[in-house]
């Protein structure tokens, strides 16, 4: 299972939302959010990653099954073992976590791995290939092995302690809020 990098879209939400909650309390405030560009620009505009495509075309790989995060990679993997039939396990160490995600993530005391897994918006691509295309693709910029497919009973999120945790589908709710992080209490986005 090779995924690209998950989790930015939500980080730049978070940061969005606070700061317009700062905004409309302060007016005048004008923080630099250029440190933060790409995550904002993840939320934004996120990129089809159509070049992930070329990349394995050229490579002569052809995903046995691939969907794009915009609901979450939780979601996503869900997805893929749900129409396959299959389970899977997904290493918590191989997940690609962007550091600037993992910095907004710290500052409003959330976990990453909540962004990472139930995030949404980030329309990277999450697909399976055959064992034999991997020597093919694993060294490819952009793109990570996370993890693998089993015949078992669902997808699990093996943790860093060696623990399976049940990947359940709480995944990205586009017309809803309860994705979001409670803004109420910031008084100063600095």
């Known amino acids: 299972i090779s995924a690209c990098l998950v989790g930015s879209a939500y980080a ?9 909650i700062v905004h409309l309390r302060n007016p005048d405030y004008n923080p630099d959010l250029s440190t933060f560009a ?3 620009k993840k939320i934004l505009m ?10 394995l075309r050229e490579r002569k790989v052809t995903p046995t099954s ?14 893929i073992c749900r129409e396959s039939g299959c389970g899977a396990r997904i290493m918590e160490d191989k997940l690609p976590v962007n550091r600037l995600a993992s910095e907004i993530c710290a500052k409003f005391n959330l976990d990453i791995m909540n962004a990472v897994m139930y995030g949404g918006e980030d329309y990277e691509l999450l697909f399976t290939i055959r064992p ?15 993890g693998f497919i089993t015949d078992d009973d669902g997808p699990y999120l ?3 302690l060696g623990q399976l945790i049940k990947i359940t589908g709480m995944g990205w709710q586009s017309f809803s809020h ?3 992080h409670d803004f109420s209490k910031i008084t100063n986005a600095g």
């Open 178 to 180: 309860s994705h979001l």
């Open 158 to 160: 093996v943790n860093n």
């Open 12 to 20: 730049g939400l978070l940061l969005l939302e606070s700061e317009k």
């Open 38 to 40: 790409p995550l904002i």
């Open 66 to 79: 691939m969907i794009d995060l915009s609901d979450g990679l939780a979601n996503g993997i869900m997805h």
């Open 46 to 55: 996120p990129p089809a990653r159509k070049d992930i495509i070329e990349k």
């Open 132 to 146: 034999s295309d991997y020597d093919k693709i694993k060294d490819m910029d952009g793109i990570s092995f996370i």
